[in-house]
Every structure is written in C-alpha cells, then in structure tokens.
C-alpha cells in the first residue's frame, strides 16, 4: 500500500521549534519530489506550499514567510522527509501535510493548491501543529 505519513505536530509556545517527519510506505523517495503544505484554520480550502525538496538534485524551495525559520531535508536509507520548524509564529498553526510528485520542479510543486488539490500523487493525511502561548 502506497502511503504518506507524517508525525511531529503538537502544542508549541511562540519561538518554539518542533520537526515533523514524512515516511513514505510503499514507494521510495528515488523517484519523487516531496512538499510539506499547511491548511490554516478557516481555509479549509487551500493548501499552501510551505518547503519542498527535489529527488534529483536535492534542491529546495521555501515560501517567503518561513525562509530562514524553516528546513527541509531527506534521508533517502529511512526513506523520510523531514520538516525542522524553528521560531514558530502563532501564524504557522495549521495542518500539516506532506505530498509527493513526480516529474515536478520544486518551484512549480510548493504553490497554493486549492480544493480538491489535484495535481499531487500522493497526499498524506496530515499531523496539526498549534503555535500558542
């Protein structure tokens, strides 16, 4: 069974860190990009790309608003991405999810995707990350 998932999210105190990891199951991280994207509350119906890394060539993408802040890496033996998440904002609450394409540049993966998200091969089913004091 080919699957997504993440760990990692929890309750965390403004200028906290946590890392969420994202195992893949089924399939390897040789052939595909993978993208952390966040669904904030009361938007329900987008999914912003938050960082995503190439299979490639193991280049990288991050949004403006967590450039600096957040890092994504690979461990292609554990077949896991990770997503280490540093001086967390009360803005970065949100769901979490990791997704999986392949044949996709990182620029062209970590966008806004809309309602019902099409365009990615796989979707985990995401872990909840809350940034409050």
């Known amino acids: 069974q080919l699957e997504l998932v993440e760990s990692g999210g929890g309750l965390v105190q403004p200028g906290g860190s946590l890392r969420l990891s994202c195992a893949l199951s089924g399939f390897t991280l040789d052939y595909y990009a993978i993208g952390w994207f966040r669904q904030a509350p009361g938007k329900e119906r987008e999914r912003e790309g938050v960082?995503?890394?190439?299979?490639?060539?193991?280049?990288?993408y991050y949004a403006d608003s967590v450039k600096g802040r957040f890092t994504i890496s690979r461990d292609n033996a554990k077949n896991t991405v990770y997503l280490q998440m540093n001086s967390l904002k009360p803005e970065d609450t949100a769901v979490y999810y990791c997704?999986?394409?392949?044949?996709?540049?990182?620029?062209?993966?970590?966008?806004?995707?809309?309602?019902?998200?099409?365009?990615?091969?796989?979707w985990g089913k995401g872990t909840l990350v809350t940034v409050s004091s």
């Open positions: 997704a999986a394409v392949s044949g996709m540049s990182v620029q062209r993966m970590c966008v806004m995707i809309l309602y019902p998200y099409y365009g990615m091969d796989y």
């Open positions: 960082s995503c890394i190439s299979n490639s060539d193991g280049s990288t």
